[in-house]
């Protein structure tokens, strides 16, 4: 119950597409779901995150959409470039304490 | 701001030694988190300090302890080495508790021969 399901494990866009990251997840309770960004030799850098109270949240080339009745939630990359070329994490976590349980990644190449 | 700073960046063990990695928090931070990342996999919790104790665990061993000092920085520690434990330590540090935001370093990356 504790699991975040991420696909696909990898992908590969054109620069300008809008690469797809979807993840799903058992527990009810967790109430706030953020994506990371993750470079070769770094850490996971917070992306964007969003609450189950809305059902899209956008920053910049970054969206995501939440779907609470289906339990899941996806991250969409508007005009992807070469530089979005990343390992990308869904991750999921309870109202209070932030332990963050992650997905298993999708390995995302923008092709130039 | 100088962010979550981890040391050290690589470390070598062999079977059987005890390491300790190391953790400063990002300005104003008051919560660390430990994470182990094998390769080619998500980041799987460890545990989470706040006001010097241990509030949250994962599921790992009793050979990985921890320890968070009066100025939020934080220590990760393993004994008895396996091969296994060869992985990415990433540290994350929070406003606190309630706060959901976490903020990574880069990572000690530890092999263990």
């Known amino acids: 119950q504790q699991q975040v399901k991420q696909s696909p494990q990898s992908l590969i866009v054109q620069k300008g597409g809008i690469p797809i990251i979807n993840c799903a997840y058992e527990?009810?309770?967790?109430?706030?779901f953020p994506w990371y960004q993750q470079f070769p030799g770094k850490g996971p850098a917070l992306l964007i995150a969003?609450?189950?109270?809305?059902s899209e949240k956008k920053e910049g080339r970054f969206t995501i959409s939440f779907n609470k009745s289906a339990k899941q939630f996806s991250l969409h990359i508007m005009d992807s470039q070469p530089g979005d070329s990343a390992t990308y994490f869904c991750a999921a976590s309870l109202e209070y304490g932030n332990k963050l349980v992650f997905g298993a990644g999708t390995i995302l190449r923008v092709k130039s | 701001d100088a962010g979550v700073t981890q040391s050290p960046t690589h470390l070598i063990k062999t079977r059987g030694q005890q390491v300790t990695l190391r953790c400063s928090p990002k300005s104003g931070h008051d919560t660390v988190s430990w994470y182990q990342q094998a390769l080619g996999q998500g980041p799987q919790f460890i545990f989470q300090y706040y006001e010097e104790e241990e509030r949250q665990r994962g599921n790992f061993p009793d050979r990985f302890s921890g320890h968070q000092f009066p100025n939020y920085s934080s220590e990760l520690n393993v004994n008895a080495l396996l091969l296994g434990d060869s992985a990415l330590y990433l540290c994350a540090s929070s406003l606190s508790m309630r706060n959901t935001e976490a903020f990574f370093g880069q990572g000690t990356r530890l092999t263990v021969v």
């Open positions: 969003i609450r189950p109270d809305v």
């Open positions: 527990n009810t309770a967790f109430d706030y």
